[in-house]
């Protein structure tokens, strides 16, 4: 099932409540939005990241749930990055 921005902003900030990572983080969901995270704080501003992950929301939605593999995910095409390659290494804690 396809979960709105809303939904999948909820999920981000529970994977994130016990602290997240250091470093700014922003899911870039295409038409459906932004998901900005830094630390434990998450909102769907579309700001400057140390790092942006491309996917769609279908995707997010996978990998939040652990359905989707991270690393799979990012060779099979599913994920793109964009800046800081280690910032997007640290998301596996966290997804």
Same mark, same amino acid.
């Given at each position: 099932?396809? @979960?709105?921005?809303?939904?999948?902003?909820?999920?981000?900030?529970?994977?994130?409540?016990?602290?997240?990572?250091?470093?700014?983080?922003?899911?870039?969901?295409?038409?459906?939005?932004?998901?900005?995270?830094?630390?434990?704080?998450?909102?769907?501003?579309?700001?400057?990241?140390?790092?942006?992950?491309?996917?769609?929301?279908?995707? #997010?939605?996978? #990998?939040?749930?652990?359905?989707?593999?991270?690393?799979?995910?990012? @060779?099979?095409?599913?994920?793109?990055?964009?800046?800081?390659?280690?910032?997007? @290494?640290?998301?596996?804690?966290?997804?």
């Amino acid at each position: 099932r396809i @979960m709105s921005l809303e939904q999948l902003t909820e999920a981000v900030k529970g994977k994130v409540a016990g602290g997240g990572i250091e470093e700014s983080v922003k899911f870039d969901l295409g038409e459906t939005g932004k998901i900005f995270v830094q630390g434990s704080a998450v909102s769907n501003d579309d700001a400057e990241a140390d790092c942006t992950v491309g996917i769609s929301p279908e995707d #997010l939605s996978e #990998l939040l749930s652990g359905d989707l593999n991270p690393t799979a995910a990012f @060779m099979g095409g599913k994920l793109k990055v964009d800046g800081d390659m280690s910032v997007a @290494m640290k998301l596996g804690s966290i997804v």
